[in-house]
Nanobody, 119 residues
Framework: QVQLVESGGGSVQPGGSLRLSCVASGSFSSFVVMGWYRQAPGKQRESVATITHGGTTNYADSVKGRFTISRDNAKNTVYLQMNSLKPDDTAVYYC?????????????WGQGTQVTVSS
């Protein structure tokens, strides 16, 4: 059974930084894509950043140059370093992982961690 456990959320002032972590159980190398999504109150969940097994990254335009996604295969962990945080970054952040069973994709989600940016 795959489990994703996030940590690192909290409250920070505008301009501050946070680092989110997501520890995955199961075979980490089997996850072809991992990523971070967020959902603000009253809004749809949106992709923030993704990273493939090979290390290719992709970012939402709103976070480019401020956020960095990375993965440590030895620790079964994916990170999201968030710098220059803005109030618009306030949301619940979710870790996501996708793997294939033969040709059938399976998507997993963490429980979410709250990030609040406010003065």
């Amino acid at each position: 059974q795959v489990q994703l456990v996030e940590s690192g959320g909290g409250s920070v002032q505008p301009g501050g930084s946070l680092r989110l972590s997501c520890v995955a159980s199961g075979s980490f190398s089997s996850f072809v894509v991992m990523g971070w999504y967020r959902q603000a109150p009253g809004k749809q969940r949106e992709s923030v950043a993704t990273i493939t097994h090979g290390g290719t990254t992709n970012y939402a335009d709103s976070v480019k140059g401020r956020f960095t996604i990375s993965r440590d295969n030895a620790k079964n962990t994916v990170y999201l370093q968030m710098n220059s945080l803005k109030p618009d970054d306030t949301a619940v952040y979710y870790c996501n992982a996708v793997r294939f069973y033969d040709v059938t994709p399976a998507t997993y989600w963490g429980q979410g961690t709250q990030v609040t940016v406010s003065s």
